[in-house]
């Protein structure tokens, strides 16, 4: 879920959104615990903050053109579909741990 979110920062600055979620399963092997998952997670809000700190002013004057494996988009228009992504995601985490006891 935080993979593609922090390529986001790059996409802007480079104009390359390289998402690769065929190496998603390689990704989540490193992630065998709790607190792992936690961590990778805390690590992606606070890079994607900082990035949007930093840029604030940028991102509502610029909106460069991002090539992905599925074509060229505007930068919005990928932040847009990203957030979609998440939130799909979400949804299923909300969905999880609402079957779990307590």
Partial sequence: MFHPIELLPAAWSTGAFPWDPERDDEREQGLATAAEVVGYAERRLADWTDFVLEHADD???????????????????????????????????????????V
């Fill in 59 to 101: 991102l509502g004057e610029h909106d460069p053109v991002v090539s992905s494996p599925r074509g060229e988009l505007l930068f919005s228009a990928l932040l847009d579909s990203q957030l979609e992504h998440v939130s799909f995601h979400h949804a299923q985490l909300v969905e999880f741990l609402s079957t779990l006891s």
